[in-house]
Nanobody
């Protein structure tokens, strides 16, 4: 397993932006596909976005396609989630996750390492 720590969450107004970061403890993340998930208050954890080991392939839920961008910098062992045009429906705790494979997945159970999460609150 790899240790993951998210940062960049906070309080933002509707239409605002945040850039989440996920830093890792491992020397390389090239062996990992990475994902972002979120848990809204009172709801189950949901998939948001994922990126393949080299960044060539990405996947998003329909509601964030366009406003959100997932990216990675393997040299810095960091994964990012740029979130634009935020709405109250994006309010949640956001989690970074890693799976030991090259390819993306929307299934949380396929990820073996998780960060503690960073809260995002979008106020109207």
């Amino acid at each position: 397993q790899v240790q993951l720590v998210e940062s960049g969450g906070g309080l933002v107004q509707v239409g605002g932006s945040l850039n989440l970061s996920c830093t890792t403890s491992t020397r390389t993340i090239s062996n990992y596909a990475m994902g972002w998930f979120r848990r809204a208050p009172g709801k189950e954890r949901d998939f948001v976005a994922a990126i393949s080991w080299n960044g060539a392939s990405t996947d998003y839920i329909d509601s964030v396609k366009g406003p959100f961008t997932i990216s990675r910098d393997n040299a810095k062992t960091t994964v990012y989630l740029q979130m634009n045009s935020l709405t109250p429906e994006d309010t949640a705790v956001y989690y970074c996750a890693a799976r030991v494979t090259w390819y993306t997945s929307r299934e949380g159970y396929e990820y073996t390492s998780w960060g503690p999460g960073t809260p995002v609150t979008v106020s109207s």
